[in-house]
């Protein structure tokens, strides 16, 4: 019998997730079928999309409510199609504010359909009560940290801790960096930067500026440096206008140009490429402690968004390998600290001094190892996981 497992994603992070998760399904039932909401990976990987995951790519409340009502009206036609489909399993990936809505008409008009929602809600860091409110519309959850897993269960919840997909990304070889660069005409020798400014509109527009002005110092130190941007694919083209105004001669990576999987391997390339990066805080902090390379992390909000996460926030830092490894060795620059000039001091030390990048080094390996490197494939994992799930 054919299984339909229903999927919905809501940002780059959830698409490289779901696309995992998918590959693993597929391993374990080559008959699967695969619907829902995702971006290019998830489709590469064999989902029908319903709609444009782009859609749904807003943070932040100044940036939803001019887009509520259309937001509404895809909730209800991705819960009409869950209930069209009478899947396998919903399994929604990460976005809460949209998926959560999603499982919770779902689950209240059939309780039947199993739901599993791969990425536990941070209630380590910011409003633990959203654990019981989900166990109201959640049936499992796939976690990507190991010590999340007790605060589901505590919540009424399955929980399976499946490991990140980042931790078996294949690691460019010091060839293929070499190539990068040669394809870009950057010397073996020049100190690469890689400035990652965000994979929503929203993101890229807020911190652009900033990251470009951070820049300028840096460029005034060390005049040789090269700048390589690997866009976001529906925000390239918003990347490449903000970084016709930076200094360096910036390379952009535009993903337009190459299909996904190929637009993955470049920027992974990339990363390898580069002695440091610049980047908005998120998932890519993984990706980057993967391919060993140390960071800066800076992050901004409108001033509503920032006030309401600065009384929620329940820790001192919000980059995922200081996290992991309770150390804090990559600099982070957050809301009022988001300021060019000492996210421009401390990516100067970041590509100079040896101390910090033996610290950035010795952290992210740590990460990777905790994450499952070196263990079982977390697509595999988490298909297991569902599919014990929906047993």
Known sequence: MTRTFFLIAGEASGDRLGASLMQGLAAADPDALFIGVGGPLMQAAGLESIFPMD?????????????????????????????????????????????????????????????????APT???????????????????LALFPFESPYMQEAGMGCDFVGHPVVCDPVPSAEEARALRARHEIA??????????????????????????????????LPEARVVIPAARHVAGEVLAAVARWPGDPVVLDPREMSAPEAETEKRRAFAASDAALAASGTVA???AATDTPM?????????????????????TVNLVNIVTERRAVPEFIGEACRPAPIAEALLETLTDGSVRAQQLSAARETMRKLGRDGPDPGLRAARAVLDAIS
Request: glycine letters at 4%; one cysteine or more.
């Open 123 to 141: 209630v380590w860091a910011w409003r633990p009560g959203r654990a019981a409110k989900m166990a109201q519309c959640i049936d499992h959850v």
């Open 188 to 221: 073996a020798g020049v100190p690469l930067i890689c400035v990652l400014p965000g994979s929503r509109r929203g993101e890229v527009s807020r911190l652009a500026p900033i990251f470009g002005e951070a820049l300028r110092p840096v460029l005034a130190r």
């Open 296 to 316: 800066v992390v800076a992050y901004d909000m409108n001033w509503l968004s920032r006030r309401i996460i600065k009384r929620l926030i329940r820790i001192d």
């Open 55 to 119: 859609e749904l790519s807003v943070m932040g409340i100044t940036e939803v409510l001019p887009r509520l009502r259309h937001l509404l009206s895809r909730r209800d036609e991705a819960v009409d199609a869950v209930l069209s489909a009478r899947p396998a399993a919903l399994i929604t990936i990460d976005s809460p504010d949209f998926c959560l809505r999603v499982a919770r008409r779902v689950k209240a008009a059939a309780p039947e359909i199993r739901t599993i929602h791969y990425v």
């Open 286 to 288: 993984l990706e980057l």
